[in-house]
């Protein structure tokens, strides 16, 4: 069992930056891909970035890239989400999720979540 805690959301204008922290315990994840997906008010919950368990691939959102950047720390079992150039539309609850497979924007394929943080970013 693996157990992760999202924290570091909060409120900031658009423009601003966060930096979401993603606490894993329970189990070692440093063999896990690792993910973040965020959930808007009655929308799905989408895909945000990706880390292969050694940290050397990553996979963004098309409508992030540029501005997130996922990485990971694994002697912390900890894995991190700098959100920068905030927009409104980046509003919502984001979620870390690991894998025990491959890095992959698919739900689905991720087997453990948090609760999730919420990051609202105000115009």
């Known amino acids: 069992q693996v157990d992760l805690v999202e924290s570091g959301g909060g409120l900031v204008q658009a423009g601003g930056s966060l930096r979401l922290s993603c606490a894993a315990s329970?189990?070692?994840?440093?063999?896990?891909?690792m993910g973040w997906f965020r959930q808007a008010p009655g929308k799905e919950r989408e895909f945000v970035a990706a880390?292969?368990?050694?940290?050397?691939?990553?996979l963004y959102a098309d409508s992030v890239k540029g501005r997130f950047t996922i990485s990971r720390d694994n002697a912390k079992n900890t894995v991190y989400l700098q959100v920068n150039s905030l927009k409104p539309e980046d509003t919502a609850v984001y979620f870390c999720?690991?894998?025990?497979?491959?890095?992959?924007?698919?739900?689905?394929?991720?087997?453990?979540w948090g609760q999730g943080t919420q990051v609202t970013a105000s115009s």
């Open positions: 880390i292969r368990w050694s940290g050397g691939y990553t």
């Open positions: 999720a690991a894998s025990t497979g491959i890095a992959t924007p698919r739900r689905y394929d991720y087997h453990y």
């Open positions: 329970g189990r070692t994840v440093s063999s896990y891909a």
